[in-house]
């Protein structure tokens, strides 16, 4: 997948692996335990679990890794996290 444009249109919400629901999808930074709200690409809707995630923090300039599976969804929204835009996906 080509890396994320700046300026590109984002969205919240995606599903996860088998999941049919549209959920926040949330992680902490590894360096400073930030909780974060991913933000998506708007043509991602559906990941699967085996994916890799790639983002950097916004509190800390930490570039990291997860994959998917590891990602918490969230039902409330999410406004209260920290947003982070996905950079890439492999």
Same mark, same amino acid.
């Given at each position: 997948? @080509? *890396? +994320? ?6 969205r *919240?919400r995606?599903?996860?692996?088998s999941s049919e629901t549209? $959920?926040?999808?949330?992680t $902490?930074? &590894?360096?400073c @335990?930030?909780? !974060?709200?991913?933000m998506? &690409?708007?043509?991602i809707?559906?990941? *699967? !679990?085996?994916?890799v995630?790639? !983002?950097? =923090?916004p $509190? =800390?300039?930490?570039s990291f %890794?997860?994959i998917a599976?590891?990602? +918490? *969804?969230? =039902?409330d929204g999410?406004?209260?996290?920290v &947003? $982070?835009? +996905?950079?890439h996906? %492999?």
């Amino acid at each position: 997948m @080509k *890396p +994320v444009m700046m300026g590109a249109a984002l969205r *919240p919400r995606i599903c996860v692996g088998s999941s049919e629901t549209l $959920a926040v999808q949330i992680t $902490a930074c &590894p360096r400073c @335990k930030q909780t !974060l709200r991913l933000m998506w &690409p708007e043509y991602i809707l559906q990941i *699967p !679990l085996h994916r890799v995630v790639y !983002l950097e =923090c916004p $509190a =800390c300039a930490n570039s990291f %890794s997860l994959i998917a599976a590891d990602l +918490v *969804p969230v =039902c409330d929204g999410g406004e209260g996290y920290v &947003p $982070a835009v +996905v950079n890439h996906l %492999s």
